[in-house]
């Protein structure tokens, strides 16, 4: 039985004044946030096809209501080990835009922790200023906790179809 969470792309603006809304998602250990107007939808993972001679990043396809549908490794994309999250045996596909991907494209993540509004302000973006350009939009700085024992988590915050294109897609 498949379950999946309609992302409703209304005005393609990623962005709410100084605000920036974001899928946050688990990778192994850590964690990564995509835009919310480039995803489509998240669904619960089922079994994927392997292709023959394909690409090492591409896990395979799956048949998402008909529609053939390829899945990416995002792990074997950003050169992240396989070990998964504590206690985490489920995976989602994030099935992404048909602005992000000619094809119809999923990728395959660990889990997908929430939906966030972040301030700008709570953004670092100096990862940006090196010589070279590099997928990563910036580094979400998201407070946890109560706010006696209130704790910064650092989400990496990337740009899935620069990093796509780059793994040439």
Do not use: C
């Not at 688990?26 to 990564?32: H, N, W």
């Not at 489509?40 to 396809?61: N, Q």
């Not at 906790?145 to 780059?166: A, H, P």
């Amino acid at each position: 039985m498949e379950e999946s969470l309609q992302i409703k792309n209304q005005d393609k603006s990623d962005t709410i004044g100084d605000e920036v809304q974001v899928v946050e998602f688990i990778l192994g250990e850590d964690k990564f946030a995509i835009n919310l107007f480039d995803v489509r939808e998240i669904v619960e993972s089922f079994r994927i096809t392997p292709m023959p001679h394909s690409a090492s990043y591409i896990k395979g396809i799956i048949d998402l209501r008909g529609e053939i549908t390829t899945v990416i490794d995002l792990k074997k994309v950003l050169k992240i080990s396989k070990n998964t999250s504590a206690g985490q045996v489920d995976s989602r596909f994030i099935v992404l835009d048909e602005s992000v991907t000619a094809v119809k494209t999923g990728i395959l993540v660990d889990d997908v922790t929430s939906v966030l509004t972040v301030p700008v302000s709570d953004i670092d973006q100096a990862s940006q200023n090196g010589a070279e350009r590099t997928f990563i939009l910036g580094i979400i700085k998201k407070s946890v906790g109560d706010r006696e024992r209130s704790r910064k988590e650092l989400i990496i915050w990337i740009d899935i179809k620069d990093l796509l294109t780059r793994a040439a897609l």
